[in-house]
């Protein structure tokens, strides 16, 4: 399978700053795709990248794939409490059907 | 339906006594996928269903664990003999189709069954 790792691990933003998470392989990615869970929830899917250098936009949300497709990035700008979650960048795994998801990157928006 | 539907959405049981958790997948969707997630760690893959086979069960904790799914939709986990350490949130997923080495589909996901064993 294709290990990703994702940092940071743990985010704490002011409400307004601009927050990034980064997600990285030693290997090359076919597909990169984006999920988000909130404190309590589920994990919702937000969007997939195929191409390389691809950049795809929902509203305050920026998501970026390597040229390489090694790496991928998620900027959210001007952070709102709403933001607050856990944001996965599960790759494929082992067998190649399934996805493996890591810890994510958790972040936390102080008012 | 709709959307990916778990339940019961939240178990407590008693250690040593078995458990039968259940996940209905959006209608046409012929993966489904388990997996489980302890407090404020990530998804453990337990296992994968294209159709109703099961091609993989590697990811299955122990023996304690199995699952099955008929008729190409309705899925159950069945965990024996609770311990302690399968308290955690079990969360299942469907997607239209299963990956290939060059493509995933997206997850859907349900909102999980809650389990604690005591």
């Known amino acids: 399978g294709q290990q990703v790792m994702q940092i940071p691990q743990y985010q704490h933003v002011q409400e307004g700053e601009d927050f990034t998470t980064y997600c990285n392989s030693s290997t090359t990615l076919s597909n990169i795709q984006w999920y988000k869970q909130r404190p309590g929830g589920h994990p919702v899917f937000l969007i997939q990248l195929v191409k390389s250098g691809e950049v795809k936009k929902q509203k305050r949300l920026t998501f970026q794939f390597g040229e390489a497709k090694k790496n991928s990035s998620l900027h959210i700008t001007a952070t709102q409490t709403t933001d607050v979650g856990t944001y996965f960048c599960p790759s494929p795994g082992a067998g190649s059907y399934q996805l493996t998801f890591g810890k994510g990157t958790k972040l936390s928006v102080i008012p | 339906g709709a959307g990916v539907s778990q339940s019961p959405s939240n178990k407590v049981t008693e250690k040593g006594k078995d458990v039968e958790l259940r996940c209905d997948p959006i209608?046409?969707?012929?993966?489904l996928y388990w997996y489980r997630q302890s407090l404020g760690q990530g998804l453990e893959f337990l296992i994968y269903?294209?159709?109703?086979?099961?091609?993989?069960k590697s990811g299955l904790p122990s023996d304690r664990f199995s699952a099955e799914r008929t008729g190409g939709s309705v899925s159950t986990l069945t965990i024996q003999r609770t311990q302690q350490e399968d308290s955690a949130v079990y969360l299942c997923a469907s997607s239209i189709a299963p990956g290939n080495r060059d493509f995933n589909y997206g997850y859907t996901f349900g909102s999980g069954t809650r389990l604690t064993v005591v």
């Open positions: 209608s046409g969707h012929t993966a």
């Open positions: 269903f294209q159709g109703n086979s099961a091609p993989d």
